[in-house]
């Protein structure tokens, strides 16, 4: 007999937060943090970066309906979950029981983190109308004064890891329970995978924190400056 339409409902949204998390949140999280880490190669390189993507046409459509939307849904199921789940972690002591809380937990974070990073950076300049060739040089030294503060740096260190780590953790997750991993070894060297998969990215972004705190370079617009 078919589930009744409640569970088949509670089901599907399960699975689309699943997938959301990786197609399109995560494949963002791995552009994003590589292009910021294009100033460790040089703030020129950062700011074509920048250009790049401030120059895009129909920008905001794009931001919204493959970043903004997505993050929203993925963050509301996410809560949602979060209050209605178990934290069995001091039950049991199995490594997989403290996954899944801490699971719970930097998405938690990464959410905190997205309000202050948006407000910091994608809120002002929009306040402020800096389009096209204009926004690289504001936003470069938004960053530059954040990363001058132990405050700044810690807040993003912060970011970073709990964002790869629920990326990482949760491509996992995404593999086993779309049964693309099924066997236990295989569940266990994917673990690795996935596991020197985030310790890159976290490599990435915290080279980041560090080329802004150590060499905090003002630019002047590419073009019209
Ligand atoms: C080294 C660390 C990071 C730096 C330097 C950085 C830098 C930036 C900058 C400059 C923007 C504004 C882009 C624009 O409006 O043109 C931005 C936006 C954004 N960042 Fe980050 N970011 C970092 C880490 C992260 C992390 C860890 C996450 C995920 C949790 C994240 C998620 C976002 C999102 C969702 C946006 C808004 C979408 C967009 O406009 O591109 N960032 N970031």
């Not at 990363?147 to 964002?163: C, E, H």
């Not at 991993?181 to 690795?192: D, L, W, Y």
């Amino acid at each position: 007999m078919a589930p009744p339409p409640r569970e088949q409902a509670h089901y599907l949204l399960l699975k689309i937060h699943s997938l959301m998390g990786i197609v399109p949140i995560g494949i963002f999280l791995v552009f994003h943090l590589g292009l910021n880490s294009l100033r460790t190669v040089g703030p020129l390189q950062y700011q074509l970066s920048i250009d790049a993507i401030n120059n895009l046409p129909f920008l905001f459509g794009i931001e919204v309906l493959f970043i903004y939307a997505p993050l929203l849904f993925h963050s509301g199921v996410g809560f949602y979950i979060y209050f209605s789940g178990k934290r069995n972690a001091f039950r049991y002591k199995y490594v997989r029981n403290w996954m899944y809380t801490l699971q719970r937990l930097s998405g938690a974070i990464v959410f905190a983190f997205l309000i202050y990073h948006m407000g910091t950076t994608v809120v002002p300049k929009l306040m402020y109308g800096k389009h096209l060739f204009e926004a690289a040089p504001f936003l470069i030294d938004i960053l530059n004064v954040e990363f001058q503060t132990w405050t700044g740096r810690i807040i993003y260190l912060i970011g970073i890891v709990s964002a790869t780590f629920h990326f990482a953790n949760g491509l996992w997750g995404f593999c086993v329970s779309w049964g693309i991993i099924i066997g236990k070894t295989a569940q266990r060297n994917a673990s690795v995978v996935f596991a020197l998969v985030g310790l890159a990215l976290t490599v990435l972004g915290f080279a980041t924190v560090l080329e802004f705190s150590l060499d905090p370079v003002s630019v002047t617009p590419t073009v019209g400056g």
